[in-house]
C-alpha cells in the first residue's frame, strides 16, 4: 500500500449505509459520521486502516492535537469492532508524542450510544470526550 498518500485528505461519501469519512491531516480533523451498517465493514473500512497505519508511521507529531469526531447514529457489530481498531491507531499516535483527542458525539436521548462510547472511553488510553447533542442536525 506504498501508494497511498497520507498527506493528503481521505474523504468517502456517505451512503444509506455507510458513513461519511473525512480525514484531513493539513487541518488536523478526523471525522466519521451517519451510518456505519456496511455489508461487510472489514472490506468497507480496509482502505480507511489502511491510510491510517500510513499515516501512524510517516506522521512527525505536532503541538496541535489530532481530533477525531465520531458522530454515527446507528452502527453494527461489525463496524463496532473495526471502530476500536480505528481508535487504537490513534492510541498509537498519542504513545508517539502527539497530541489526540476523540470525539464521540450522540443524541442525548440514545442511550445505547452513549453506552457504546463509555465502552470505548474504557478500552482507549487516549483522551476521550462525550459530548451529548439535543440536534442531530448539529
Known sequence: MSDLKT???LVI????????????PSNNRFFIGGNSYPE??????SPVLAW?????QRHTPRPEPLVLEVKLEYFNTSTAKVLLDLFRHFE?????????QIRWVYLQEDTEMEDAGLDYQAAVK????LVPINDPEA
Do not use: M, R
Not at 461519501?13 to 484531513?24: H, Q
Not at 491510517?52 to 501512524?56: I, N
Not at 498509537?92 to 489526540?100: C, D, M, S, W, Y
Open 52 to 56: 491510517l497505519e500510513q499515516f501512524v
Open 13 to 24: 461519501e456517505p451512503t444509506f449505509t455507510t458513513p461519511e469519512i473525512i480525514f484531513d
Open 126 to 129: 487516549v483522551p476521550f470526550e
Open 7 to 9: 498527506s493528503e485528505k
Open 92 to 100: 498509537a499516535l498519542h504513545e508517539k508524542g502527539q497530541p489526540v
Open 40 to 45: 461487510n465493514s472489514l472490506k468497507f473500512y
